[in-house]
Nanobody
Framework: QVQLVESGGGLVQAGGSLRLSCAAS????????MAWFRQAPGKDRDFLAA????????SYADSVKGRFTISRDNAKNTVYLQMNSLKSEDTAVYYC?????????????????WGQGTQVTVSS
């Protein structure tokens, strides 16, 4: 079992930045991929970015490429999402997810561990 706890959400003006953190605990010695998703009211949970544990390979959704950066600190079992140039359409609940794998998946149903989510609100 892996437990995930997100932090760092909040209210920010358009054009601003936020950094989300996701701390993992539990069975963290297996290789696993960590990812960020978001879900706006009435919409699907959308993939944003993912990173592998050992090689640090990354993948991004086109909607955030160039604005968001995913990174991880394996010593702290923590993954980060640096979000720059935020827009009002980035407003959503942001979720951290994990799966014991070395393959990056972009569908939410491929991930079996989830955090509780953190709200990001971007005011225009």
């Amino acid at each position: 079992q892996v437990q995930l706890v997100e932090s760092g959400g909040g209210l920010v003006q358009a054009g601003g930045s936020l950094r989300l953190s996701c701390a993992a605990s539990g069975r963290t010695f297996s290789p696993y991929v960590m990812a960020w998703f978001r879900q706006a009211p009435g919409k699907d949970r959308d993939f944003l970015a993912a990173i592998t544990q050992r090689a640090g390979r990354t993948s991004y959704a086109d909607s955030v490429k160039g604005r968001f950066t995913i990174s991880r600190d394996n010593a702290k079992n923590t993954v980060y999402l640096q979000m720059n140039s935020l827009k009002s359409e980035d407003t959503a609940v942001y979720y951290c997810a994990a799966r014991e794998t070395i393959v990056i998946y972009t569908n939410a149903y491929n991930y079996n561990y989830w955090g509780q989510g953190t709200q990001v609100t971007v005011s225009s």
